[in-house]
Antibody
């Protein structure tokens, strides 16, 4: 069955970096765009990034643009999120989610999702 | 982009219907027919239940229905069941290849 498993979360000091991973299985990973979505404790969901099937096309919201980088290794069926210059407001559970198509499009939705990995930014 | 506006909570008795609103702007909800809804049970990952405003993914019961009018989308749960108790989030395309979610609504089955 389709499975997404995130890892790499933990406690990190403000200003430092962290890289998250999302291991995919049960589907042709290289055929789909992939997203990261986060959820701050007790808060709603926030879309964080998307990468095309080949890793060449990436989009971010203003809140993380210039600090976060999404990437993928199709040979390992793994999605990454490099997070630099972390802030307290980046504290959240980070989910990876599959797109419906190879390249992000307006009609996209997120399905399925992984179980998430918690990132805590604190001194 | 600002988050879409959802009521913090709604409740209903088993068998009743509840409706969750999701209000945005002409730059997101009102500008595109690309609203999706997600159900999140406590401690679990979100699950897609509606896409393209009113379409069902395979396996989702038709008790869940979606609609949109102007800048407001809505999710209706008919014949409310105990297992429907969860948080629900709307999401809309917001232009320039970005997406915006709502703040979430907690559904309580009385």
């Amino acid at each position: 069955q389709v499975q997404l498993v995130e890892s790499g979360g933990g406690v990190v000091q403000p200003g430092r970096s962290l890289r998250l991973s999302c291991a995919a299985s049960g589907f042709s990973f290289s055929s789909y765009a992939m997203h990261w979505v986060r959820q701050a404790p007790g808060k709603g969901l926030e879309w964080v990034a998307v990468v095309s099937f080949d890793g060449n096309i990436k989009y971010y919201p203003d809140s993380v643009k210039g600090r976060f980088t999404i990437s993928r290794d199709n040979s390992k069926s793994t999605l990454y999120l490099q997070m630099n210059s972390l802030r307290a407001e980046d504290t959240a559970v980070y989910y990876c989610a599959r797109d419906r198509v190879p390249i992000a499009a307006p009609g996209d939705w997120f399905d399925p999702w992984g179980q998430g990995t918690l990132v805590t930014v604190s001194s | 982009q600002s988050a879409l506006t959802q009521p913090r909570s709604v409740s209903g008795s088993p068998g009743q219907s509840v409706t969750i609103s999701c209000t945005g702007t002409s730059s997101d909800v009102g500008g595109y027919n690309y609203v999706s809804w997600y159900q999140q049970e406590p401690g679990k990952a979100p699950k897609l239940i509606i896409y393209d405003v009113s379409k069902w993914p395979s396996g989702v019961p038709d008790r869940f229905s979606g609609s949109k009018s102007g800048n407001t989308a809505s999710l209706t749960i008919s014949g409310l069941q105990a297992e429907d108790e969860a948080d629900y989030y709307c999401c809309s395309y917001a232009g320039s290849y970005t997406w915006v979610f709502g703040g979430g609504t907690k559904v309580t089955v009385l």
